[in-house]
Every structure is written in structure tokens, then in C-alpha cells.
């Protein structure tokens, strides 16, 4: 063999080496969530959820960060083509137990192929009204969802498409609509927009905290409100969803100084509606 067929299978070999750990781990599944819908609910409820995501296969649970949140999976009743009950895929009863803080926590799956990344999870308050969600059917106007004031509502935005809500508001009361979107990983840009009982707009929002709207007004009269959200692109499905609250409470923007030394005493601005 001579010296230069020699440095040939050399270097071939040498390339083979370098290039195969780099297309092994290539090939290994990443689980991945892009969305649990509705991604959040009540201190002391039970909510079933869904998932939507990459190499989510043989999935047996899901994993909070607070041991009071727990999750069994949905099973279904044997029927003629399924002769014993089985896990529905992506489906899972979520238990929020009352020792759970309000506020946000992660989520991962757990399958065939490990842990996936993480989601958010919101838990709300138990008091005030319960959570609704509105998966489709609310597109126009003459379709728009009923809501109430302090009730969460769990949306998600079809392509082209605008979702409608009602809500009944008295003459003379201020009320704050928060969309949260991108600070619960969802993909949405949302757009917010309040129109009164005439159909004038009287607020509109978008990108006020991150990308998330909220709209601030003051009823002018009685009547029945209606809120329009939308996606910037009016991008649509499963990753483009929503938690949404119409709420006559307090709200704080910010805090200054914005940290303190424990122990100590001092002067702090609060700033908000």
C-alpha cells in the first residue's frame, strides 16, 4: 500500500470520528411542550389539560415545581376496538391543592424519551368567580363569550381571527383588562382593544408589559362591553394562548427603590392604577 492511499483512509477515519458523535446526538429525541392548554387554574381545583409538542411520546406524567400541584393521566373506557382502558395521549386531570401559591409554575412531561423542557402553569386565587375557557366559537361579534368581572378566562387565537367577549359594566367603574401571553411562554403578540356600548373604542393596548396588553378605562355608562383580542399577525393555534382577567382591583406597576437591605427601615413609591 502506498503512503498516500495510506493518509487518505487517515483522514477518512479521522472524519468519521469526528463527524458521528456530532450526528448521534443529532438523532436523539428533545421532548418538548409548545403549549398546555389551559395553561393554568384555581388554588383547590381540578383541571384537565392538554398538551401540544415534539417526541411527547409513552408519556406516563407531568412534574411541577410545587409538590401541591399533581397530575393524572386521562383514561379512556374500553370500547370494541380498544379492548382494555388506556391513557388518552396528551391528556391529564391537574389537581391544584389548596396549600398551592397563587402566581407561576413550571411544568415538564415525562415519556419515553425523559423529561421534556419546561411550561408555565398558572395558579390563581380561589376567590372570585370560576375559571372559563373559551377554546373557539367566539370569532364575531354577534358570537362574542359572555364574561364576568374577577373571572380568568383560558383562550387560545384561531388564524385570521379575533376572539369576542362581553362583559356588563356599571357607569363609573374603572376597570383594568390584562392579557397575559408572552409571560406564560405563549408565542402570541397580543393585541387588546374595549369598545362601549355604542361600539366606540375607548381602549386599546398592546405591548405594555413585554409583549402583553392591558387596557385601562372608565365605564361612560351601563352596558355591555365588548373586548376584542387578536395576535399581532393574527397567528393562530395551539402555541398562541392566553390567560385573560377583567378586574376592578388594584394593579402595581412598579416599586421604587425597587430593593431593600433586610432589617431595615425605609421609605419606598409605589406606583400603579
Given at each position: 500500500?502506498?503512503?498516500?492511499?495510506?493518509?487518505?483512509?487517515?483522514?477518512?477515519?479521522?472524519?468519521?470520528?469526528?463527524?458521528?458523535?456530532?450526528?448521534?446526538?443529532?438523532?436523539?429525541?428533545?421532548?418538548?411542550?409548545?403549549?398546555?392548554?389551559?395553561?393554568?387554574?384555581?388554588?383547590?381545583?381540578?383541571?384537565?389539560?392538554?398538551?401540544?409538542?415534539?417526541?411527547?411520546?409513552?408519556?406516563?406524567?407531568?412534574?411541577?415545581?410545587?409538590?401541591?400541584?399533581?397530575?393524572?393521566?386521562?383514561?379512556?373506557?374500553?370500547?370494541?376496538?380498544?379492548?382494555?382502558?388506556?391513557?388518552?395521549?396528551?391528556?391529564?386531570?391537574?389537581?391544584?391543592?389548596?396549600?398551592?401559591?397563587?402566581?407561576?409554575?413550571?411544568?415538564?412531561?415525562?415519556?419515553?424519551?425523559?423529561?421534556?423542557?419546561?411550561?408555565?402553569?398558572?395558579?390563581?386565587?380561589r376567590e372570585g368567580p370560576d375559571e372559563a375557557t373559551v377554546a373557539e366559537g367566539n370569532e364575531t361579534i354577534e358570537t362574542a363569550a359572555p364574561i364576568e368581572l374577577e373571572q380568568t378566562i383560558n383562550a387560545k387565537t384561531a388564524p385570521n381571527r379575533s376572539d369576542h367577549y362581553k362583559l356588563t359594566v356599571h357607569k363609573g367603574q374603572r376597570v383594568l383588562v390584562h392579557v397575559w401571553g408572552e409571560r406564560i411562554d405563549s408565542r402570541i403578540d397580543a393585541i387588546l382593544s374595549v369598545f362601549d356600548p355604542s361600539g366606540k373604542e375607548i381602549a386599546a393596548s398592546l405591548n405594555e408589559i413585554g409583549l402583553d396588553p392591558v387596557a385601562d378605562f372608565t365605564a361612560p355608562a351601563d352596558g355591555e362591553y365588548l373586548i376584542k383580542v387578536s395576535d399581532y399577525l393574527y397567528n393562530g393555534g395551539p402555541p398562541f394562548y392566553y390567560r385573560m382577567l377583567a378586574t376592578t382591583t388594584p394593579w402595581l406597576n412598579g416599586v421604587f427603590p425597587p430593593a431593600g437591605t433586610p432589617g431595615s427601615r425605609q421609605k419606598f413609591t409605589l406606583y400603579g392604577r
Open positions: 500500500m502506498d503512503f498516500g492511499r495510506q493518509a487518505r483512509i487517515r483522514l477518512s477515519l479521522f472524519a468519521l470520528l469526528a463527524v458521528s458523535p456530532a450526528v448521534a446526538l443529532a438523532q436523539l429525541p428533545s421532548p418538548e411542550i409548545e403549549a398546555i392548554f389551559p395553561p393554568g387554574g384555581k388554588v383547590g381545583m381540578t383541571v384537565e389539560v392538554e398538551l401540544t409538542g415534539t417526541d411527547l411520546d409513552d408519556l406516563t406524567g407531568l412534574r411541577f415545581t410545587h409538590p401541591g400541584i399533581t397530575a393524572q393521566p386521562v383514561i379512556l373506557p374500553a370500547d370494541e376496538i380498544w379492548p382494555e382502558p388506556r391513557h388518552d395521549g396528551l391528556k391529564f386531570t391537574v389537581q391544584i391543592a389548596d396549600s398551592v401559591p397563587a402566581g407561576m409554575h413550571e411544568v415538564r412531561s415525562i415519556g419515553r424519551f425523559g423529561l421534556s423542557t419546561p411550561r408555565f402553569f398558572v395558579v390563581s386565587p
